[in-house]
């Protein structure tokens, strides 16, 4: 399947990766910078494969390349932009997070995927770690019983270093702060584990250590499930000195999770009423990780590969893209309005926060 990703920045090393393990003809990658689509391949020795085109146009890339699946890894605020253009032109498409930066961008996405029976996966690897795995299987075979709440924290360090490497990091048009950037992962996950349908959503966000940014280094918010159950939501980038967990639990009648580590890759408390021989796997469960972009990108390329083959939607389509993004940005809206959003959110972005700090 011949492949090609768009963007070679920070994540790009893992989606390159990710194409390796999966044995993806890698036909071509494209950055307005020479230099990181030399540096992304060097990582992984590929440097010197000349099969391997570079481009500083993405459309000139597509008209002559014609990849199959492509992967972007740019920054958030041109993810919709260029994912509209590659379904235009019949191209399956892995988006990075977030999938867009407005609920207009990602409803277009979902919509013209459709249309043109193209597959989009929105690239929330965590979905693939070995203990997020484990949790949801025991959540669909119904082990917690009724659901009481879960919450999710994401306690990581983000320094004036990480925003200076990119300057539009931290800006509303094309990053947002720490709940869209850092935190979504675990975001995407206490929606999915908690259940899609949300009634309303309280959230405040602020800005306490770095006033050199447009976006929050903070957010907290309370989620109303339509099933009745009860979320809340911590991230930020101000834990001092360095990143310390990205913690998930879930609450039931019947079993209580925590999921640990700096990227939900552990299984700190698996306890459940019907407590089975096979349950003393899990307990203390630790999967080995490179880095906080855990190992699930291989498993998620390979799916979206299969999903293709098969003609099916990939486990992580558009609509979980578009779920994370909603939730974020009901939290934006609350604090922009200090009150309570009710959900579907119909359009916000962004955007619409700018000049908020």
Partial sequence: MKYALIGCGRISTNHIKAAVNNELEIAAVCDILDERMEEVLSKHDLQSDKSIKRYNDYKVMVEEIKPELVSIATESGSHAEIALYLIDKGINVIIEKPMAMSIKDADEIIRRSNEKNVKVSACHQNRFNIAVQEMRNALEAG?????????????????????????????????????????????????????????????????????????????????????????????????????????????????????????????????????????????????????????????????????????????????????ALELVLSVYKSQKEGRAVKLPLKDFSSIDMKGEF
């Fill in 143 to 323: 082990r917690f019983g009724k659901l009481s709440h879960g919450s999710i924290h994401v306690r990581w360090n983000r320094n004036k270093d990480y925003y200076e490497q990119a300057p539009w990091r931290g800006t509303w048009a094309e990053d947002g702060g720490a709940l869209m950037n850092q935190c979504i992962h675990g975001i995407d996950l206490l929606r999915w584990m908690l259940g899609d349908e949300i009634e309303e959503v309280y959230g405040v966000t602020k800005q306490q250590f770095h006033d050199y940014l447009e976006a929050e280094d903070i957010g907290m918010a309370v989620v109303k499930f339509k099933n009745g159950a009860v979320g809340t939501i911590e991230g930020t980038t101000n834990v001092y000195p360095k990143n310390l967990e990205e913690t998930l639990y879930l609450f039931g009648e019947n079993g209580t999770v925590k999921l640990g580590g700096k990227s939900t890759n552990n299984i700190d408390v698996w306890d459940f009423k019907d407590e089975t021989e096979e349950d003393s796997r899990n307990k203390g469960l630790e999967e080995a990780t490179s880095n906080v972009y855990g190992n699930g990108h291989t498993s998620l390329f390979k799916d979206v590969m299969n999903a293709i083959k098969e003609d099916r939607k990939p486990y992580v389509d558009a609509v979980a893209g578009r779920n």
